[in-house]
């Protein structure tokens, strides 16, 4: 069960407002879409999306129950299908009014859409508005801006603090209407009890600074938010037009969620992990699947080829090399990483200790990530450099270590007093 709440707003420095927005609890769907393209154009273009989206959607309900009775992982991807197709069909219809209408030429319009579907969130994703996640005390934004400025911040051309002043950092890349067809963003998550979601345009999101969701959510009741945030928009210069939608997921402790907790903190404290945004580990887990292993039970066996890596989300592991016990491997550990890269037999066997769960990502599915995400690929690869790299070191160290003790043992001391 979930709650939602929405609001727009002109601003202060507008004469119009070309937000449009949907709160529909019935489809348990909500939308934000911020128009472009001046009077009679940018409102015809973000209602325009908004009204195509909705009607794919109820045409597709069959589809999205069907999830909430059995989730598996193709249904998921049908879903995400879904939500591009109905973009698509929305920036078609879009371009083609502009095409007929003069007056409506090039308009279009930024989307963020938010469908919940059990205990499943699906997102897509086009432009600058953005949707936050709001989970145990930390704010984590799941949509990327598709903006000038954040390609140059990603290149590295700029700085934050360049970011900040530069004169361009509202010209858009993508947007909905302005070509035939778009490149959509999707992504799916796992909704926990308690987590709570902001859909807004960039009129607040230009505005909010460290902290000041935090202190909006504590100074009043949930019903209000959305008001408090354009509120605060307002406050501080409101030159656009300002729309805001909040969700709020109902607190149920349930071993589920709980599960999936300890399953995405295993991920976020894995050290190979530890560049990714939550967003990139959001993607990353929808990757993963779950397996459980018996107290002495074989993960890995030695000598015999793999291509999965491995992550202990409960439980303990040990590590065998011959008949030779080596290692002890804590909750919370990968082991098989080199399986994503090669074919080679496994160097070592590792047996559960008492009853383990472990997530498990495979060779072709690792491979399908970093070739969407080129961004987040590279920083994989460089966490795994820099493991390979740590371990290559210990061993060196250890092995000049084995070194030295042979040599002493071969060199018979010259105190030694003969015998008598």
Not at 142 to 155: A, G, Q, W
Not at 168 to 174: A, E, G, P
Not at 218 to 245: H, S, W, Y
Not at 376 to 389: C, M, V
């Amino acid at each position: 069960m979930h709650r939602a709440f929405g609001e727009t707003d002109v601003g202060k420095k507008r004469d119009h407002n070309e937000d449009s927005y949907i709160i529909d609890d019935g489809l348990n769907l909500y939308v934000v879409a911020d128009g472009m393209g001046g009077h009679a154009a940018g409102e015809v273009a973000s209602a325009t999306a908004i009204r195509i989206i909705r009607q794919e959607i109820t045409a597709s309900r069959e589809l999205i129950q069907s999830y909430q009775l059995d989730a598996p992982d193709d249904l998921r991807d049908r879903i995400l299908r879904l939500l591009e197709l109905a973009v698509q069909k929305a920036c078609a219809a879009i371009y083609k009014m502009g095409e007929e209408e003069k007056h409506q030429r090039g308009m279009g319009t930024t989307l963020s859409l938010m469908l919940l579907a059990d205990n499943g969130g699906f997102i897509a994703h086009v432009g600058d508005s953005r949707i936050y996640l709001l989970r145990e005390g930390e704010i984590h934004q799941l949509t990327v801006d598709h903006t000038l400025i954040n390609e140059h911040l990603k290149r590295g051309t700029i700085t934050k603090e360049e970011a900040r002043k530069a004169k361009y950092k509202n010209v858009i890349t993508r947007a909905v209407g302005i070509q035939e067809q778009v490149r959509v963003d999707t992504l799916h998550l796992d909704v926990l009890p308690s987590d709570r979601f902001i859909i807004c345009s960039d009129g607040l999101h230009g505005y909010l600074r460290q902290g000041d969701i935090e202190q909006v959510l504590e100074a009043g009741p949930i019903e209000q938010m959305p008001n408090r945030l354009i509120d605060l928009a307002n406050e501080r210069g409101g030159k656009d037009n300002i729309t805001v939608i909040f969700i709020e997921v109902a607190d149920d402790e349930a071993g589920a969620a709980a599960e999936l907790r300890q399953r995405m903190e295993t991920m976020r404290n894995a050290p190979l992990f530890k560049y990714l945004t939550y967003r990139e580990l959001v993607n990353l887990m929808n990757l993963t699947y779950v397996r459980s292993f018996a107290d002495g039970e074989t993960i890995i066996e030695e000598g015999v080829p793999g291509d999965e890596l491995f992550l202990l989300v409960r439980g303990q592991a040990r590590v065998i090399k011959g008949s030779q016990e080596i290692a002890a491997l804590p909750q919370g550990s990968h082991f098989g990483e080199m399986a994503l890269f090669d074919n080679a037999p496994r160097s070592a066997s590792i047996k559960a200790i008492g009853s383990t769960r472990l997530l498990v990502i495979g060779r072709k599915q690792f491979y399908n990530y970093i070739r969407k995400d080129t961004a987040a690929g590279i920083k994989l690869l460089w966490s795994f450099l820099q493991i390979l790299t740590l371990r290559l070191r210990t061993t060196d160290e250890r092995l000049k270590e084995a070194q030295q003790e042979l040599s002493i043992q071969e060199v018979e001391p010259d105190w030694i007093l003969p015998d008598d």
